[in-house]
Protein backbone atom coordinates (compact mmCIF):
# COMPACT_ATOMS: atom_id res chain seq x y z
CA UNK A 1 0.00 0.00 0.00
CA UNK A 2 2.75 2.69 0.85
CA UNK A 3 4.55 1.62 -2.20
CA UNK A 4 1.50 2.50 -4.09
CA UNK A 5 0.49 5.39 -3.04
CA UNK A 6 4.16 6.91 -3.40
CA UNK A 7 4.18 6.28 -6.88
CA UNK A 8 0.93 7.37 -7.88
CA UNK A 9 1.33 10.17 -5.97
CA UNK A 10 4.78 10.94 -6.46
CA UNK A 11 5.82 12.05 -3.04
CA UNK A 12 8.84 10.38 -0.36
CA UNK A 13 7.15 7.63 1.75
CA UNK A 14 9.07 7.02 5.26
CA UNK A 15 8.43 3.54 7.03
CA UNK A 16 10.25 3.01 10.46
CA UNK A 17 10.81 -0.33 11.38
CA UNK A 18 12.19 -2.30 14.55
CA UNK A 19 15.89 -2.36 14.89
CA UNK A 20 17.76 -5.20 16.62
CA UNK A 21 20.53 -5.28 19.36
CA UNK A 22 23.08 -6.24 16.15
CA UNK A 23 21.43 -2.93 14.28
CA UNK A 24 19.84 -5.18 11.58
CA UNK A 25 16.21 -4.87 10.45
CA UNK A 26 13.79 -6.89 13.13
CA UNK A 27 11.70 -9.57 11.49
CA UNK A 28 11.42 -10.48 7.56
CA UNK A 29 13.13 -8.78 4.56
CA UNK A 30 9.77 -7.69 3.26
CA UNK A 31 11.00 -4.39 4.74
CA UNK A 32 14.04 -3.81 2.96
CA UNK A 33 12.83 -5.19 -0.11
CA UNK A 34 10.17 -2.79 -0.83
CA UNK A 35 12.15 0.28 -0.44
CA UNK A 36 14.49 1.96 -2.38
CA UNK A 37 16.33 3.13 0.95
CA UNK A 38 17.53 1.75 3.58
CA UNK A 39 18.58 4.62 6.35
CA UNK A 40 19.88 4.77 10.08
CA UNK A 41 20.65 7.10 12.53
CA UNK A 42 23.71 6.09 14.84
CA UNK A 43 25.31 7.43 18.02
CA UNK A 44 25.03 7.32 21.66
CA UNK A 45 22.10 8.42 23.28
CA UNK A 46 24.10 10.50 25.79
CA UNK A 47 26.41 12.15 22.77
CA UNK A 48 26.18 14.69 21.00
CA UNK A 49 27.11 13.27 17.68
CA UNK A 50 24.72 11.24 15.15
CA UNK A 51 25.67 9.57 12.04
CA UNK A 52 23.48 8.69 9.28
CA UNK A 53 24.22 5.78 7.09
CA UNK A 54 22.52 3.88 4.06
CA UNK A 55 22.69 0.19 4.10
CA UNK A 56 20.70 0.20 0.94
CA UNK A 57 19.99 2.74 -2.35
CA UNK A 58 19.33 2.15 -5.54
CA UNK A 59 19.77 5.42 -6.87
CA UNK A 60 23.12 5.87 -5.44
CA UNK A 61 26.75 4.46 -2.97
CA UNK A 62 26.08 3.12 0.43
CA UNK A 63 29.30 3.85 1.46
CA UNK A 64 28.71 7.77 2.28
CA UNK A 65 28.26 8.93 5.85
CA UNK A 66 26.69 12.03 6.89
CA UNK A 67 27.46 13.31 10.42
CA UNK A 68 25.45 15.36 12.55
CA UNK A 69 25.06 16.88 15.85
CA UNK A 70 22.39 17.87 18.40
CA UNK A 71 22.04 21.69 18.99
CA UNK A 72 19.35 23.00 20.78
CA UNK A 73 17.98 23.75 16.96
CA UNK A 74 18.09 20.07 16.32
CA UNK A 75 20.59 18.48 14.41
CA UNK A 76 23.01 20.44 12.29
CA UNK A 77 25.16 18.91 9.88
CA UNK A 78 28.73 18.86 10.71
CA UNK A 79 30.75 19.91 8.15
CA UNK A 80 34.58 19.13 9.64
CA UNK A 81 34.03 16.01 11.73
CA UNK A 82 37.87 15.19 12.43
CA UNK A 83 37.97 19.08 13.71
CA UNK A 84 35.02 18.40 16.11
CA UNK A 85 36.17 15.11 17.73
CA UNK A 86 39.44 16.93 18.06
CA UNK A 87 38.38 19.88 19.37
CA UNK A 88 38.55 19.08 23.41
CA UNK A 89 42.11 17.27 22.87
CA UNK A 90 44.72 17.75 25.97
CA UNK A 91 48.02 17.11 24.41
CA UNK A 92 51.07 15.76 25.75
CA UNK A 93 49.17 13.69 28.11
CA UNK A 94 49.99 9.57 28.03
CA UNK A 95 47.11 7.46 26.69
CA UNK A 96 46.31 9.67 24.16
CA UNK A 97 46.37 8.95 20.57
CA UNK A 98 44.85 9.85 17.26
CA UNK A 99 43.44 7.49 14.55
CA UNK A 100 42.55 8.34 10.89
CA UNK A 101 39.68 6.04 10.35
CA UNK A 102 37.43 6.34 7.42
CA UNK A 103 33.68 6.52 7.69
CA UNK A 104 32.27 5.46 4.62
CA UNK A 105 34.51 7.49 1.85
CA UNK A 106 35.30 10.08 4.06
CA UNK A 107 38.56 10.30 6.44
CA UNK A 108 37.75 10.94 9.97
CA UNK A 109 40.64 11.22 12.71
CA UNK A 110 39.67 10.72 16.10
CA UNK A 111 40.92 10.50 19.41
CA UNK A 112 41.77 7.17 21.53
CA UNK A 113 42.53 7.15 24.75
CA UNK A 114 43.35 4.17 27.03
CA UNK A 115 44.40 4.28 30.77
CA UNK A 116 46.34 1.44 32.06
CA UNK A 117 46.12 0.42 35.99
CA UNK A 118 47.19 -2.19 38.20
CA UNK A 119 44.52 -5.02 39.05
CA UNK A 120 42.61 -5.62 42.21
CA UNK A 121 41.18 -8.56 40.20
CA UNK A 122 41.80 -12.14 39.86
CA UNK A 123 41.04 -11.42 35.82
CA UNK A 124 41.88 -8.16 34.56
CA UNK A 125 39.32 -6.05 32.82
CA UNK A 126 39.10 -5.05 29.16
CA UNK A 127 36.59 -1.93 28.87
CA UNK A 128 36.81 -0.41 25.47
CA UNK A 129 33.91 2.24 24.59
CA UNK A 130 33.65 3.13 20.65
CA UNK A 131 36.09 0.20 19.66
CA UNK A 132 34.91 -3.91 19.16
CA UNK A 133 35.57 -5.78 22.56
CA UNK A 134 36.93 -8.73 20.97
CA UNK A 135 39.56 -6.48 19.18
CA UNK A 136 40.78 -4.72 22.63
CA UNK A 137 41.17 -8.63 23.92
CA UNK A 138 43.24 -9.97 20.70
CA UNK A 139 45.59 -6.03 21.06
CA UNK A 140 46.17 -6.90 24.70
CA UNK A 141 47.14 -10.52 24.18
CA UNK A 142 49.51 -9.47 21.10
CA UNK A 143 51.03 -6.82 23.42
CA UNK A 144 51.06 -9.09 26.22
CA UNK A 145 52.76 -11.91 23.57
CA UNK A 146 55.26 -10.10 21.77
CA UNK A 147 56.18 -7.06 24.01
CA UNK A 148 56.52 -9.26 27.45
CA UNK A 149 54.68 -6.80 28.82
CA UNK A 150 52.98 -7.96 31.79
CA UNK A 151 49.17 -6.89 30.95
CA UNK A 152 47.35 -10.07 32.55
CA UNK A 153 47.92 -8.13 36.20
CA UNK A 154 46.52 -4.51 34.60
CA UNK A 155 43.17 -3.19 33.73
CA UNK A 156 42.97 -1.78 30.31
CA UNK A 157 40.04 0.67 29.80
CA UNK A 158 39.86 2.18 25.95
CA UNK A 159 37.54 5.21 24.52
CA UNK A 160 37.26 6.75 21.91
CA UNK A 161 36.20 10.42 22.17
CA UNK A 162 32.93 11.68 21.46
CA UNK A 163 30.68 9.12 21.26
CA UNK A 164 32.15 7.74 17.85
CA UNK A 165 32.03 3.71 17.41
CA UNK A 166 35.34 2.79 15.16
CA UNK A 167 34.26 -1.00 13.81
CA UNK A 168 37.20 -1.08 11.31
CA UNK A 169 40.43 -2.86 12.17
CA UNK A 170 42.47 0.04 11.14
CA UNK A 171 41.58 1.59 14.65
CA UNK A 172 43.82 -1.54 16.53
CA UNK A 173 47.14 0.47 15.57
CA UNK A 174 45.76 3.43 17.63
CA UNK A 175 44.20 1.05 20.57
CA UNK A 176 47.87 -0.16 20.74
CA UNK A 177 49.92 2.47 20.69
CA UNK A 178 47.64 4.49 23.36
CA UNK A 179 47.43 1.28 25.58
CA UNK A 180 51.33 1.04 24.98
CA UNK A 181 51.43 5.06 26.36
CA UNK A 182 49.39 4.88 29.13
CA UNK A 183 51.50 1.85 30.20
CA UNK A 184 55.02 3.50 30.22
CA UNK A 185 53.38 6.34 31.29
CA UNK A 186 54.88 7.94 28.19
CA UNK A 187 52.77 10.42 25.90
CA UNK A 188 53.49 10.73 21.89
CA UNK A 189 54.05 13.39 19.80
CA UNK A 190 50.78 15.36 19.68
CA UNK A 191 51.47 15.74 15.41
CA UNK A 192 50.97 12.16 15.60
CA UNK A 193 48.29 10.33 13.26
CA UNK A 194 48.24 6.55 13.09
CA UNK A 195 46.04 3.75 11.12
CA UNK A 196 47.06 -0.48 10.78
CA UNK A 197 45.61 -3.44 11.19
CA UNK A 198 47.60 -5.45 14.05
CA UNK A 199 47.84 -9.29 13.40
CA UNK A 200 48.20 -12.22 15.62
CA UNK A 201 52.07 -11.99 15.04
CA UNK A 202 52.52 -8.73 16.01
CA UNK A 203 52.66 -7.30 11.89
CA UNK A 204 51.45 -4.14 11.37
CA UNK A 205 48.39 -4.99 7.97
CA UNK A 206 47.84 -2.28 5.35
CA UNK A 207 44.46 -1.18 5.60
CA UNK A 208 42.01 0.13 2.88
CA UNK A 209 42.20 3.81 1.15
CA UNK A 210 45.76 5.13 3.12
CA UNK A 211 46.38 8.17 0.79
CA UNK A 212 43.16 9.97 1.77
CA UNK A 213 43.54 8.44 5.73
CA UNK A 214 46.89 10.45 5.21
CA UNK A 215 46.17 13.37 3.49
CA UNK A 216 43.53 13.92 6.04
CA UNK A 217 45.69 13.95 8.63
CA UNK A 218 48.38 16.37 7.35
CA UNK A 219 45.49 18.64 6.29
CA UNK A 220 44.71 19.16 9.86
CA UNK A 221 48.24 19.67 10.50
CA UNK A 222 49.53 15.97 11.97
CA UNK A 223 53.39 15.73 10.34
CA UNK A 224 54.02 12.14 11.51
CA UNK A 225 51.85 9.37 9.82
CA UNK A 226 52.66 5.90 11.53
CA UNK A 227 51.15 3.60 9.27
CA UNK A 228 51.80 -0.57 8.06
CA UNK A 229 53.90 1.30 4.99
CA UNK A 230 56.43 2.74 7.49
CA UNK A 231 56.67 0.21 10.50
CA UNK A 232 55.95 -3.58 9.54
CA UNK A 233 55.68 -4.44 13.01
CA UNK A 234 53.88 -3.25 16.54
CA UNK A 235 57.38 -3.46 18.22
CA UNK A 236 58.98 -0.99 16.08
CA UNK A 237 56.27 1.42 16.08
CA UNK A 238 55.62 1.70 19.71
CA UNK A 239 59.81 2.23 20.12
CA UNK A 240 59.68 4.72 17.59
CA UNK A 241 56.49 6.57 19.14
CA UNK A 242 57.63 6.07 22.51
CA UNK A 243 61.79 6.41 22.10
CA UNK A 244 61.92 3.27 24.11
CA UNK A 245 64.95 1.72 23.81
Same mark, same amino acid.
Given at each position: MATRLAKREKI??????HVTKEGAIAGPKILEH??????S?????????????ATKNRFGATDE??????????????????QLFLKQRVEKVPGSVVVATMEGTRPVLAEIQALVVPTQLAIPRRIGQGIDYQRLQLISAVLTKRLGWPLSTFD? /?????????IKEPAADLGVGLAI??????? +????KTAVFGEIGLLGEIRRVSQPHQRIK? +????? /? +??????????????????????S
Amino acid at each position: MATRLAKREKIPVFLVGHVTKEGAIAGPKILEHMVDTVISLEGDRFGQFRLLRATKNRFGATDEVGVFEMADQGLKEVVNPSQLFLKQRVEKVPGSVVVATMEGTRPVLAEIQALVVPTQLAIPRRIGQGIDYQRLQLISAVLTKRLGWPLSTFDI /FVNVVGGLKIKEPAADLGVGLAIASSFKNI +ALDPKTAVFGEIGLLGEIRRVSQPHQRIKE +AKRLG /F +AKIVSPEKFPSVSRAIKNCLKTS
